[in-house]
């Protein structure tokens, strides 16, 4: 099997590129990160230095990997960032930089590997969206926004993709320990939240490595979707059978990150009166 990861040299990326090679898959790692080119061969992985927010670049990259390889069979469109905060924090940049890189970056991988895969005969489009793009997830809402964005794309192309026999889901996992959570707001304006994002999430992270046994059984199984944990199917489960609640739910995490930051504000004023 020949597979193609963007955002290949970190986070779930990385555990997929790890667990393909582990079952005798060649990789062709994707990545903006400078090591790119170190985690490939560390690996025994082809890489490619790769911005997705660029299309051409995006297009190039793809049909290197098709030169180079004379197919590709699976294409995981997973490259992504973290934005958070609360959405009156929030200014267009951080909405502008989460559409550009969630969701025009999947775009770009889609709109490079569907048609080679309508001309190959076959293939697989395995897009990285989140549990946040199946229920209501907020302190995020840009990154929320992209995600059920993403969810929708894969669903519709999946619709039409079936006559072509080119297949296409979506991984929708639940907070996921990868360094991505330690990066929130990756060149933006920071807010409330701060650069990481493990001290506002309200469950146990989930191993980077056991997600990329989720998804590789998923695709093996053509699953639409698939989402991971248990805890995270459960929470789907519960927003599609009481969507209200759920909001309501959610809410509450919302007004704690406010009160926290309120108290916080309220304390360094204090001392700086002080």
Known sequence: MITLITGGASGIGLALATELRRRGARVIIADISPATEVVAAR????AIELDVTDAEAV???YEQAWAGHGRVDVVFNNAGIATGGAASELDLDHWRRTIDVNLRGVIHGVHAAYPRMI???HGHIVNTASLAGLTPAPLMVPYTTTKHAVVGLS???????????VRVSAVCPSFVDT???????????????GSSARGHIPVPLYPATRLARDI???VARNKALIVAPLSGRLAWWGTRL??????????????RY???HNTATTRETTEHRL
């Not at 669903?155 to 006559?163: M, N, Q, T, W």
């Not at 009481?242 to 007004?255: F, K, N, Y």
């Open 59 to 61: 297009d190039a990259a």
């Open 119 to 121: 001309r190959q005969g």
């Open 179 to 193: 360094p991505l959570l330690d990066n929130v707001n990756p060149g933006l304006r920071a807010t409330g939240m």
């Open 43 to 46: 690996l025994g992985c082809t």
């Open 258 to 260: 406010h009160q926290e």
């Open 216 to 218: 590789l059984r998923g």
């Open 155 to 165: 669903l519709g192309l999946r619709a039409e993709a079936a006559i072509h026999n």
């Open 242 to 255: 009481a969507p209200e609640l759920a909001v309501r739910i959610a809410a509450l995490t919302a007004r």
